[in-house]
């Protein structure tokens, strides 16, 4: 009887797996930025996947052309399977995108660079930050929330 429910389980936690794991991730960032390589290295272990780094002192032209709104802009843009993750967006948020696909979505932002946050952090210190999903139509909403 529990075989029946732990089959579907494991095949839906590998699905979920998979679906983070197939999409390819491509890093801009400026090359005199460290923080970025943190977040980076956050990303890679947490979701066990191979980001690559693509180092630019066009930064504004990879946000702009990629639809970032310039008030949730931050020191690195992601283009993760059709999406832009700008910021210090925490890997399990990136996963729960990859995973639910919310209609409209284009992509998530951690804007500025909030300490505590991956990539940022500076021994016990948290600031409190959200996670904001933005559409191409200039709608936004809070995606995640993590506390001070």
């Known amino acids: 009887m529990i075989r029946r429910f732990i089959a579907p389980a494991l095949l839906a936690l590998a699905g979920c797996s998979s679906a983070v794991q197939a999409a390819t991730y491509e890093m801009f960032r400026d090359p005199n930025c460290g923080c970025c390589e943190h977040w980076a290295d956050h990303v890679r272990t947490e979701n066990e996947v191979t980001v690559s780094e693509v180092e630019t002192a066009q930064m504004q032209e990879v946000k702009t052309s990629s639809g970032v709104p310039q008030d949730l802009w931050s020191c690195h843009t992601m283009l993760v399977d059709g999406y832009v993750i700008e910021g210090h967006v925490p890997a399990e948020q990136i996963a729960r995108l990859l995973e639910e ?10 804007p500025g660079m909030p300490i505590g946050s991956p990539g940022m952090e500076m021994g016990d210190r948290v600031d409190a930050y959200d996670v904001i999903a933005f559409t191409d139509t200039g709608e936004r909403y809070v995606f995640a929330s993590y506390g001070a």
Do not use: D, I, M
């Not at 696909?101 to 951690?110: N, S, T």
């Open 101 to 110: 696909r919310p209609a409209g979505v284009r992509g998530l932002a951690v």
